[in-house]
């Protein structure tokens, strides 16, 4: 398949990450798969937790997420109220975006920037409501953290991150699942990894009175907030559309959830990276048909 004849088969077929905390824990075995596969897309966009799996992906560092977000979920640095009260933050950026990187999980920067894989990193404009994509090849070496933190900044569980005169939240508020910036991008077929069950639907969202007292300064991001819902499941509408059409192929979790966003439970985050490495393998060889019909 990765003869020059199947490379040709991977042009204009992108890989679209959705977020969802440690349920990215899902998308974690997935991509380690695909790795041992040596199987790379030309164009990668993720959102808050699926741009963090993104980096070890297109780095070649097989395992890396896994062992970041099991190892260290007991770690105060790294997930705690301690964080939430003093830095601001229920997980700790510094820790998450120095230490880890540089000191702990090295992260290979030749690799991610040798890499010849478009990677494309969503985040929420606070002010307009609105999406910003950030091109990896238009980021400066550090600036890349800047970004992927801003993308996984939750709303009420970190600061706003100011980045390029913006201010920046999680991509997921306003662009939940980027299929459809994927295709303006050129990609006629994508590889959807989702993070929830078949057959879920968003709920609406009930901190309105709560989202307007603290993001007074920033209507776009509420409004993005209370709307975010319809997006979501409006997206999912879309995508099984395109599923029906045969131009995209749909990666997500068949047996039941366990794992919230915020879970520190390192048996129910094993079964879950083990169960997106094992449904990765069971759906390869239809993939493998797919990407060259």
């Not at 790795?35 to 097989?62: D, H, T, W």
């Amino acid at each position: 398949m990765y003869s020059k004849k199947g490379a040709e088969h991977m042009e204009d077929i992108g890989l679209v990450l959705e977020g969802g905390g440690m349920r990215g824990l899902y998308t974690a075995g997935v991509l380690d798969f695909f790795m041992e596969k040596n199987l790379y897309f030309p164009y990668v966009i993720g959102v808050s937790m699926g741009a963090c799996n993104a980096c070890s992906y297109i780095s070649r560092q097989k395992g890396r997420n896994k062992r970041i977000n099991i190892n260290y979920v007991h770690d105060p640095r790294y997930l705690s109220c301690r964080n939430l009260i003093f830095k601001k933050g229920l997980f700790g950026v510094d820790f998450i975006f120095d230490d880890l990187p540089n000191r702990l999980e090295i992260f290979d920067k030749k690799s991610f920037n040798d890499a010849k894989e478009r990677f494309i990193i969503t985040t929420t404009d606070c002010d307009r409501g609105e999406p910003v994509y950030f091109d990896k090849n238009q980021c400066a070496d550090e600036e890349i953290f800047e970004v992927i933190r801003a993308s996984s900044s939750l709303p009420f569980m970190a600061s706003v991150v100011k980045f390029r005169g913006l201010n920046l939240l999680d991509g997921g508020i306003s662009d939940p699942i980027p299929i459809k910036k994927s295709i303006k991008d050129g990609n006629n077929k994508n590889v959807i990894i989702l993070t929830r069950n078949k057959d879920y639907v968003k709920k609406p969202f009930r901190m309105k009175f709560l989202a307007n007292k603290i993001y007074y300064n920033y209507k776009g991001l509420v409004n993005a907030m209370i709307h975010r819902y319809k997006k979501y499941n409006n997206t999912l509408s879309y995508i099984e559309q395109l599923e029906r059409e045969g131009k995209v192929f749909v990666i997500r979790p068949k047996e039941q959830l366990k794992v919230r966003r915020i879970e520190k439970d390192k048996n129910k985050l094993t079964q879950l990276y083990n169960q997106g490495y094992k449904e990765a393998s069971q759906c390869y060889d239809k993939l493998e048909k797919w990407i060259v019909g």
